[in-house]
Each structure stands twice: as structure tokens, then as C-alpha cells.
């Protein structure tokens, strides 16, 4: 939804960058830049280096060549305030990964008490408006196994923003969802980029990326073969790598 809102500055610049595993090129030459409050999504097959992308974006995975810039901190730079960008950038898997023996609330208030040191009252009452945010607030006292697939990603998301990230990063968050709690999650996202959280969303949910996304990427072969706003990616798309793509999955 194109100018849904302002855009703002960069937040995210990825520039030339390649990522080898041993002689294995993952990500060869990528470029992408998400302005603040801007929606991105990432699509394309399997293999072709899309959670890489996004785990070289939040530094979980250095880069072999190239930069990368979020809120104007180089990830690589050996100087790198690591705290810094855990708190700038927020990511989410399809494993949830929850701490089981934790509450819904308690999940949500660990990382700003025990990684920020924040005020416990203040993480308390911030957690439980964010539980409300996406949903949530009858679960407080719930563990995550008495949440369904949906809940623990929404629970897992609020822990997310708990850090109150720049930027959120999505990586196939409802791929091992059934229909119905896929649903209440990709709401909850769409809710959070219409208030102009700025997101990076690798999907398989079509309909949901051409109706969200600001811009979306087609990566193919750790390349990015075309991008563009979604009706014309989704409408007329140029190279015939995109179009055999969209012919499977549409
Ligand atoms: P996608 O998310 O688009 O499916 P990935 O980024 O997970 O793709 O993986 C891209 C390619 O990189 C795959 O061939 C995968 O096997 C390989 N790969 C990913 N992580 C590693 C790793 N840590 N070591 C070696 N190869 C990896
Ligand atoms: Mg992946």
C-alpha cells in the first residue's frame, strides 16, 4: 500500500553483499534499502538465501563482502555496539521459541529487564499494553504451551517489540500455522505496519505481501532478480524467472 504513509529515512541499506558458506555463494551481490515506516517483503524459492538476508540484516550472520547499515550502525564494523543492534532490530522465526516455564507476560518482560536493566514496573505495565496490542491480554498468565501455534507467535512477536525495535524482521513467522491462527498473526502484522512500524517480511503468503507491502523483492540464486511495488511485481512482472515463480505459487 504505497504511500499509505510518509516514508522516512533509511533505517535498513544493504549494499553489494555477498555471503559464502565455505565455496558456496548464498548471497551474491544484493542491494535493498527500507525506509523508515515502509513495509518489505521478500519472496522467492527455497534456498535462494532469503533467511540469510535477514540473519546478515540483525547480525546473527557476518557478511563475506559489502555493507550493511541499520539506523546508521555498520553490523560489520568490529566495533559494532551489538547491544545497540539487538535492541534496533527485532526478529522473528517460525519457532517461536518461547521459554516454556515462563508466562505470556514473563516472556515479553525478560529481555528489556535482564538485557536493557529497565524497571521492572515500567517493562510490566509496557509488556501487558503490547500482550493487548496483538491481542492478547487474556493470556497474560498463560504458559505457551496452553497457547495455540497463532498465540505463541503473536506472544513472540510482543517480546519483539518489548525492545522497541526500528525495525522488525519477519521470517516465514506463519508457515507452520493452520489457517485460521495464520490469519489473526498476518492481522497483527498488518496492524503493526499500518502504524508505520518499519518491517522486512520474508513470506510465502502472497496475498498478504501484495496487499501490505510498500515494495516487495524477488531473490532467486542469492540474487535479487527484480523488485518493485507489489501490483506491478504481482500485475507484470519483467523477467521470466518471476513470472515461473508466481506461476507455481499463485
Ligand atoms: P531461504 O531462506 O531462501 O530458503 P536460506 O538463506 O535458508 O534460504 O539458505 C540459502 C542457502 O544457503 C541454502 O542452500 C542453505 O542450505 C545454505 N545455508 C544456509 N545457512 C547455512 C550454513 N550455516 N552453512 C552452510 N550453508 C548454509
Ligand atoms: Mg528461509
Redesign the pocket.
Known amino acids: 500500500m504505497a504511500s499509505r504513509h510518509q516514508l522516512g529515512e533509511p533505517v535498513v541499506v544493504v549494499a553489494g553483499v555477498e555471503k559464502s558458506?565455505?565455496a558456496?555463494a548464498?548471497?551474491k551481490d544484493v542491494g535493498l534499502t527500507v525506509r523508515r515506516g515502509e513495509t518489505v517483503c521478500i519472496i522467492?524459492?527455497?534456498?535462494?538465501?532469503?533467511?540469510?538476508?535477514?540473519?546478515c540484516i540483525n547480525g546473527l550472520?557476518p557478511i563475506s563482502k559489502g555493507s550493511i547499515t541499520v539506523a546508521g550502525r555498520e553490523v560489520n564494523d568490529p566495533a559494532l555496539d551489538k547491544l545497540g543492534l539487538r535492541r534496533d532490530v527485532g526478529i522473528v522465526f517460525q519457532q517461536y521459541n518461547l521459554f516454556p516455564h515462563k508466562t505470556a507476560l514473563q516472556n515479553v518482560m525478560m529481555a528489556p529487564i535482564h538485557v536493557l536493566r529497565q524497571d521492572k514496573v515500567a517493562v510490566e505495565e509496557r509488556a501487558r499494553k503490547l500482550l493487548a496490542k496483538v491481542g492478547l491480554s487474556d493470556k497474560l498468565a498463560s504458559y505457551p504451551g496452553e497457547l495455540s501455534g497463532g498465540q505463541q507467535q503473536r506472544v513472540a512477536i510482543a517480546r519483539s517489540l518489548a525492545m522497541n525495535p526500528k525495525v522488525m524482521l519477519f521470517?516465514?513467522v506463519t508457515a507452520a500455522l493452520d489457517p485460521e491462527t495464520k490469519k489473526e498473526v498476518l492481522v497483527t502484522i498488518q496492524d503493526l505496519a499500518a502504524e508505520g512500524m518499519t518491517c522486512i517480511l520474508?513470506t510465502h503468503e502472497m496475498g498478504f505481501a501484495r496487499e501490505v507491502a510498500d515494495h516487495v523483492y524477488f531473490?532467486d540464486g542469492?540474487l535479487i532478480v527484480e523488485h518493485g511495488p507489489p501490483a506491478g511485481l504481482f500485475g507484470a512482472p519483467r523477467e521470466e524467472r518471476t513470472k515461473a515463480f508466481l506461476d507455481k505459487v499463485l
Open positions: 558458506f565455505g558456496f548464498v548471497l522467492g524459492p527455497s534456498g535462494s538465501g532469503k533467511s540469510t538476508l535477514l540473519r550472520v521470517d516465514e520474508v531473490t542469492g
